[in-house]
């Protein structure tokens, strides 16, 4: 009892003098079962030296999992990485756990990143169970608690002399929702893949044979004991959605967690990957095509056979 409250009292006395105020997520408090529950924490800055050796407020990791009882070594970084973030100007890499989503930014730059709420977190633990035969219950249960934890980590690299120091994003720029392109459609795309009992789809009544036949090698097939899974569950469609505003993937019309992006996030990662990869030889065709994600218009919908006397689920629009 004496150890726990004293790896608790150093843990509080960390996270007391890290960077910065708390990070609170933008999510309610409240849980669906009425209870409240929030913990926002300060950024925790993780800094790398020039050979990958991590510090957390000027103590090595290694110095701090002692404190803890654990072996931090692992979290130490190549060399041969810490050189290359280097030489590419990348100073710093933040995630933040906002409350709806996990930002990701490079040197203070937003890119697209992973979208959630309590309902899609959900959805994916379901159909996470029916794809392994596992059970997630307990995960249910703690996700929803998870979305309610201000937690913001940086991983801050050696800046190259010469070089001036870029700050963190601001609050502003972290927690913006994001702006939806209102540009005409550059492709628009709308298929549905029907399977048949045996887990074989079919597009256009042409089977997966017959689209092999053609030289169309489609592996969508679907193991007979996958689809049955799936029946047992009433999972009668999955639909993906391509928008200005992200990515989306629908189970019988529920959302799952999905890719946030915008013309803003898209161009980012164009720029980054060109500071990051400067000979590359596809950096033209990336700045072309990664902003254009966002011009995308696809809807395709995988539809699983309906039991018997099941009342059908309707397509989202």
């Given at each position: ?157 050696p800046v190259a002399p010469g070089a001036a120091k870029i700050p963190y994003a601001d609050e502003s720029v972290v927690l913006a929702p994001p702006e939806p392109s209102k540009d005409p459609a550059s492709v628009i795309v709308r298929l549905d893949v029907v399977y048949d009992e045996q887990g074989v789809p079919s597009v ?114």
């Amino acid at each position: 009892m004496r150890k726990s409250l004293w790896v608790i009292l150093i843990a509080v006395a960390l996270v007391a003098t890290s960077c910065g105020p708390a990070m609170p997520p933008t999510t309610s408090p409240k849980l669906d079962n009425g209870q409240t529950f929030m913990l926002a924490l300060p950024r925790i800055a993780v800094d790398f030296d020039e050979s990958g050796a991590p510090s957390l407020l000027g103590m090595s990791i290694q110095s701090v999992g002692k404190m803890f009882g654990q072996d931090l070594s692992a979290v130490a970084m190549p060399k041969m990485l810490v050189d290359w973030m280097m030489a590419a100007g990348v100073q710093h890499i933040e995630t933040r756990q906002t409350g709806d989503s996990m930002a990701l930014l490079v040197n203070g730059k937003p890119l697209p990143h992973v979208g959630w709420s309590d309902a899609s977190l959900q959805q994916a633990m379901d159909l996470a169970g029916v794809a392994t035969g596992q059970n997630f219950d307990i995960a249910k249960k703690v996700l929803p608690i998870m979305r309610r934890l201000g937690l913001d980590v940086v991983l801050n690299f050696p800046v190259a002399p010469g070089a001036a120091k870029i700050p963190y994003a601001d609050e502003s720029v972290v927690l913006a929702p994001p702006e939806p392109s209102k540009d005409p459609a550059s492709v628009i795309v709308r298929l549905d893949v029907v399977y048949d009992e045996q887990g074989v789809p079919s597009v256009l009544g042409l089977s997966g044979q017959d689209l092999a036949a053609m030289g169309l090698n489609v592996p969508l097939a679907i193991a007979p004991a996958t689809l049955q899974q799936l029946q047992a569950k009433n999972i009668q469609h999955i639909q993906l959605r391509t928008q200005p505003d992200g990515l989306f993937v629908y189970v019988n019309g529920n959302p799952l967690p999905n890719l946030v992006w915008d013309n803003k996030l898209l161009g980012n990662t164009a720029d980054v990957y060109t500071q990051m990869n400067p000979q590359s030889p596809v950096i033209d065709l990336v700045k072309q095509l990664v902003p254009a994600l966002g011009t995308l218009d696809i809807n395709v919908v995988l539809d699983f056979p309906v039991p018997a006397g099941v009342a059908p689920i309707p397509v989202k629009g």
